[in-house]
Every structure is written in structure tokens, then in C-alpha cells.
């Protein structure tokens, strides 16, 4: 079944420690998303890609860097974790709707990162 | 800059009452707007959004410009209603495919 995926679903790390996520999905999407979610704050954008050689920062992309290693996979990294990153992470990919300017987003089952 | 904003964290209502979880957003252009719902234990997903002008599982949102609001209704609110619902929003001027989102309403139908 087409889907989207993240490894890991639970993740407890050290402040300053370096950390990935994943994302996988296939849906054969060429736009992929990283969101985190804060209580109170809602989602907000962190990176983006339109297809493998784009990359693009959202709203808060500071402490965050990403790589889309194939159309398939979009990966998520804190270089040196802080505990103000603790938050639930989504990917989501995207696809048209019709003629509409913006894509309907999938979105994964998200990551639960704690930065102690 | 383009803002959204859900006024209400939680709303709570009985089974069989209408139900209606507000959205203003604040842009300068012509927007495009969606409400995404979250049920327990599963992923965010897509419920309508303001072109398409649906009606999906019995929820509808009237985009009005005037109030620059997009509040989502239900006439008869069901158990299966309870989720968390976020307002987004996509500036048609560029940009089109990055969503900003409100901080959500939880809704909780009781019996």
C-alpha cells in the first residue's frame, strides 16, 4: 500500500548529540516536507523539496539541515541537538490537485524526538 | 505574512449539536484554504479544502473574504467528529505548495 513512513517513531537523545530522521514513501511523489509540532504552536514548515536537486528552508529552518538522497527519501538532521528541539516531526509528500495551485499533503505517522 | 489562527485549543460539544471550529487567517493576497484533521492514533490528513467547495463527512467551510474567515461546520456533530482539526492556509501569489498552519482546535463530541 502507497504510503509514507518515518524511522525512528521514538527517539530520546543528549543535548548536542547528532541525530537523524527518516522519511520514506511510495506514493511517487516528487515533493517532500519536514514539519515539527509543538503544543500550542501547530505545524510548522522546517524544509522542503520540489524534486531530488531542491532544497528550500521553511519558517524555522535554523538547527536543522535535510538531504533527499533518491525521489523516495528525505532525511532530517540536528547537527547538535538542543532540548527547544524536542517536538513531533512529520514528513509529508505532496501531489497535484487538478489545476489547483497547491498540492493535497500526505503526511507520515510523525517522530517523537526528546532532547534531554 | 501570512497568519492563521484558530481561537479555540478545545471545543466540546454533545452529540447531535452543530458544531462550528473558527478559522481567520490574515494575507494579502488571494489565498487558498483547507482544513486537515487528525484523529486519534492516525496521521494528518486532508478534510476539504475551499476550491473544491465539498462536503466531506458532512463538514463544509465557506471561504469569506470580507471576514477573512474560513470556519468549518457540521450541522448534527457525531462521536467519530472527536480530532484534532488545523485551519491551513497557501498564498496563491507564490508559494502555492507551503502550508501555514493554525495551532488547532480539539474537538470532542460527548455522548
Known amino acids: 500500500d502507497a504510503d509514507v513512513t518515518q524511522t525512528p517513531r521514538n527517539r530520546i537523545t543528549k543535548t548536542g548529540k547528532r541525530i537523524m530522521l527518516e522519511c520514506s514513501q511510495t506514493k511517487g511523489h516528487d515533493r517532500m516536507y519536514w514539519y515539527r509540532q509543538d503544543p500550542g504552536l501547530g505545524l510548522r514548515l522546517i524544509y522542503y523539496?520540489?524534486?531530488?536537486?531542491?532544497?528550500n528552508k521553511g519558517e524555522i529552518s535554523d538547527g536543522y539541515s535535510v538531504s533527499r538522497q533518491a525521489q523516495a527519501k528525505f532525511s532530517l538532521s540536528l547537527e547538535s541537538a538542543i532540548p527547544n528541539q524536542t517536538a513531533l516531526y512529520f514528513c509529508?509528500?505532496?501531489?497535484?490537485?487538478?489545476?489547483?495551485?497547491?498540492?493535497?499533503?500526505?503526511f507520515g505517522p510523525g517522530t517523537r524526538l526528546t532532547v534531554l | 505574512a501570512q497568519r492563521v489562527t484558530q481561537p479555540e485549543k478545545l471545543l466540546s460539544v454533545f452529540k447531535g449539536a452543530p458544531v462550528e471550529l473558527k478559522c481567520n487567517y490574515s494575507?494579502?493576497?488571494?489565498?487558498?484554504l483547507f482544513w486537515y484533521v487528525q484523529y486519534s492514533r492516525q496521521r494528518l490528513q486532508l478534510l476539504l479544502r475551499?476550491?473544491s467547495r465539498e462536503s466531506i463527512k458532512g463538514f463544509t467551510a465557506d471561504l469569506n473574504k470580507g471576514e477573512t474567515s474560513f470556519h468549518l461546520k457540521k450541522p448534527f456533530a457525531q462521536e467519530e467528529d472527536s480530532a484534532m482539526y488545523y485551519c491551513a492556509l497557501s498564498g496563491v501569489t507564490g508559494g502555492g505548495n507551503k502550508l501555514t498552519f493554525g495551532t488547532g482546535t480539539q474537538l470532542k463530541v460527548e455522548l
Open positions: 509529508a509528500t505532496s501531489a497535484p490537485y487538478g489545476t489547483a495551485l497547491t498540492d493535497t499533503q500526505y
Open positions: 523539496s520540489f524534486d531530488v536537486k531542491d532544497i
Open positions: 494575507y494579502s493576497g488571494s489565498p487558498e
Open positions: 475551499h476550491i
